[in-house]
């Protein structure tokens, strides 16, 4: 055994030498590459993927759950502002039933089970209705957490106090909640409806109109009718119109904020958008008269009548007719005679139809009479603000523009100038020293190119040492060939030399086998002696 390790360490000696520097660094680099391949490999596999074992803890309930981990050894992890604790994936199943056999996490706060371990007969009446109260409260708060998207509630409820003397006012009950909600989350009116509902229902004599409800914000939830329509005051039609507002100028701010920080970059762009909303709901009645011809301001003729009259006249002498009548005056002097005359008169009359028009308008309300835009962009090199093209600038004051001249109303914009649209519009070139690093959460996921990056290593490996073996596999076997197979010597005796016989020559020929070939030499010997 140790005469073949010897053989196989000078054959790789020998095959080392005979390499070239090149040919040995790719030996070497791939053999380092597959060390850290394998290193690489161990220490992710070997590396505990951490899950949520809670959530939603308190910082009592987290450190009670650490310390028992601690003590058992158990490797965890706290997140979330320590309401949040992780332990390796493979325990999580097992560390909650066992944590739930010994009552963990304890919340610390009274519930119905209370009245089973603490009753007795020298509880007071105030000391139950304490108790009474707290229970009533932490389950109400657990049947508010199964809500989708509420984290955690506190609940303050006041129960009235029973009293022996008849009272024209009835006593009743009053309730106020804070609700955690999750990051991004809001209740929609459904689930706001479910919830007054539910909590006047689990105290008994609450009325609706003594709960109160918001949220950790201290954003007050209203409570709707039947047909969603908040009830009739001043606060409320507020909160419409201002709600109003909010979304219109939420709407532009996304668009604008998208567009823009496609060009730009989405942390390169700071946008705000100002709206005035004109509330006013109008109801009108128009009543137009317009000529049917505009052009030349005429109606439509509906009927005409001409009237034409004409008259000639002969000369009458002076005195009139002679003699007298029975009804002229005697003596009186006649009148002096008048020349012939003639005359024409001519009367037109035409009854015109113009256009009546009755219009009864009803104007929605919601419109806006004017928009402020204000973006800040920050320069490709914040240090040096003349980086950001003057180009740049005046492209973005362009499309700004144009969604003012777009949103606005039309009765409104079509009296703006360019000039006023584009003073509703500020651009400006500010680095942004407020900005938040925003830090990535390391993944304990092994990342997929790692995967690749180690399985073509592995391939180049194997594939190299496949082929130094074999070719060493080759090498080998033209030695053992080489040795085997010997060429046959040819000795050309000296001239002036007399030729040996036959057993003089057998026996040099021994002699060099005993000198280079001992094993066979001694096996010739044993082939011998066996026949003898």
Do not use: C
Not at 11 to 25: A, F, S
Not at 227 to 251: A, F, M, P
Not at 268 to 293: Q, Y
């Amino acid at each position: 055994m140790k005469e073949k390790l010897v053989v196989y360490k000078d054959r790789l000696i020998e095959y080392w030498n005979g390499r070239t520097k090149l040919q040995r660094g790719m030996i070497f680099g791939s053999f380092l590459l597959l060390v850290i391949a394998l290193i690489f490999v161990t220490s992710f596999a070997s590396k505990s993927t951490f899950v949520p074992l809670y959530t939603n803890l308190s910082v009592q309930e987290t450190g009670e759950i650490k310390a028992t981990l601690d003590a058992r050894g158990i490797a965890s992890e706290i997140s979330d502002n320590g309401t949040t604790i992780s332990v390796p994936e493979q325990q999580v199943d097992i560390l909650k039933v066992e944590l739930a056999a010994e009552g963990l996490p304890k919340s610390g706060s009274i519930d119905y089970s209370v009245f089973k371990d603490k009753m007795g007969f020298g509880m007071t009446d105030n000391e139950f209705s304490v108790i009474e109260r707290a229970a009533i409260q932490t389950e109400l708060a657990n049947l508010i957490r199964n809500i989708e998207g509420v984290n955690s509630a506190n609940v303050m409820i006041t129960l009235p106090e029973e009293s022996l003397w008849i009272s024209e006012q009835g006593q009743v009950s009053s309730a106020s909640i804070v609700l955690n909600l999750a990051t991004g989350y809001q209740l929609n009116q459904q689930q706001v409806n479910a919830l007054y509902h539910l909590v006047s229902k689990s105290v008994p004599k609450l009325p609706m109109d003594n709960i109160v409800i918001m949220n950790q914000m201290f954003e007050h939830f209203e409570l709707k009718n039947d047909e969603n329509s908040i009830l009739d005051s001043t606060l409320t039609v507020y909160d419409q119109q201002r709600q109003i507002k909010n979304n219109i100028e939420r709407d532009l701010q996304r668009q604008v904020q998208q567009m823009l920080g496609t060009i730009m970059g989405h942390d390169k762009v700071l946008v705000s958008v100002t709206t005035d909303i004109d509330f006013t709901k109008e109801n009108r009645e128009e009543s137009l008269v317009t000529p049917v011809d505009e052009e030349n301001m005429e109606g439509l003729a509906v009927s005409i009548e001409r009237i034409t009259e004409t008259y000639t006249g002969e000369d009458m002498p002076e005195g009139g007719v002679a003699g007298a009548g029975e009804t002229d005056i005697p003596n009186y002097i006649g009148m002096t005679g008048a020349g012939g005359g003639d005359y024409e008169r001519i009367e037109e009359r035409i009854n015109n139809d113009v256009n009546r028009i009755r219009r009864e308008i009803v104007e929605s309300p919601y419109q806006i009479r004017d928009i402020g835009i204000q973006v800040m962009v920050e320069p490709p090199d914040p240090e040096n603000l003349n980086s950001l093209p003057v180009e740049r600038v005046n492209d973005i004051q362009q499309i700004l523009s144009t969604i003012v001249r777009t949103s606005i109303s039309k009765d409104i914009v079509d009296q703006l100038t360019p000039e006023q649209i584009n003073d509703k519009v500020f651009v400006s070139a500010q680095p942004f020293n407020g900005k938040v690093e925003i830090e990535q959460a390391a993944s304990n996921e092994i990342p997929m190119w790692l995967y690749v990056v180690g399985g073509v290593l592995v391939v180049v490996i194997l594939l190299l040492l496949f082929l130094l073996f074999k070719k060493n596999k080759n090498r080998q076997k033209d030695m053992e060939f080489e040795e085997f197979v010997e060429q046959p010597a040819f000795d050309i005796p000296d001239i002036n030399e007399e030729r040996d016989s036959d057993e003089i020559a057998r026996r040099k020929q021994l002699e060099k086998m005993a000198k280079e070939k001992p094993e066979e030499f001694s096996k010739l010997l044993r082939s011998w002696l066996s026949e003898d």
